[in-house]
C-alpha cells in the first residue's frame, strides 16, 4: 500500500460516516441495504468475475437489491466507444484512472437515469484520488458516494442538489 492511500485511509476513516451520519434518507437506506449481514444474498453473480472478492460481494448486492440488470464492464478503454444502449450499471476499472473522465463523458449518455458507474481503486493513487474528485464533480453526477476502495456516481433527477458523502461500508 503506498503512502498515499496510507494517508487516505486515514483521512477516510476520520471522516466517514455510517447510516445516521448522513442527512439524505436514501443513503441511509443504501448504507443499511448493503452493511446488514442478513439482507437477501443474489444467488448468482451478476457482477463481473473479474472484480475482486469485496467488490463483487458489494457490486452484486447493489444490482440485486436496485434490480439492476444490465451491467457494463469496461475492462478496456476502446471497449465503450460503439455502446449505444442504456446499462443500470458500469463498471470503470482502477489501473487506468487517466481514462475515467473521458469514459465517464461518453458514458454518462449510456447509464439509465436510476443507474450507477462504480469505480474501484479510487484512493490508490494520488492520480486515481485526483481523477475520482474530477468524476465526482461532472456536471450530470448527482450524488457520489465515497467507501474508499470503491466510488459510486449516481444521476438520477430524484436527487434535487448535487451531493457526495464519504461513508463506512463496501
Sequence with gaps: MSVHAVLQYLKY???ARGRHGTHS?????????MGR???PQPATNTVSP??????????????????????????????????????DMV????????MWLPMLHKMVFAVKKNGVI???????SAEATAAWNNLRGH???????????IGLLFFSDDFKVKQHFVIKGG
Design 139 to 149: 456536471g450530470a453526477v448527482r450524488l457520489s458516494l465515497d467507501l474508499y476502495s
Design 25 to 33: 434518507p436514501f443513503v441511509y437506506a443504501f448504507v443499511e441495504a
Design 13 to 15: 476513516r476520520l471522516i
Design 91 to 98: 463498471l470503470f476499472r482502477e489501473h487506468k484512472p487517466g
Design 50 to 87: 473479474l472484480l475482486s472478492t469485496a467488490h463483487g460481494r458489494l457490486l452484486n448486492r447493489i444490482a440485486y437489491h436496485y434490480d439492476y440488470r444490465s451491467i457494463l464492464d469496461l475492462e478496456h478503454a476502446e471497449y465503450f466507444d460503439n455502446h449505444t444502449r442504456q446499462y
Design 118 to 124: 462504480a469505480v474501484p481503486g479510487i484512493h490508490k
Design 37 to 39: 449481514r442478513d439482507s
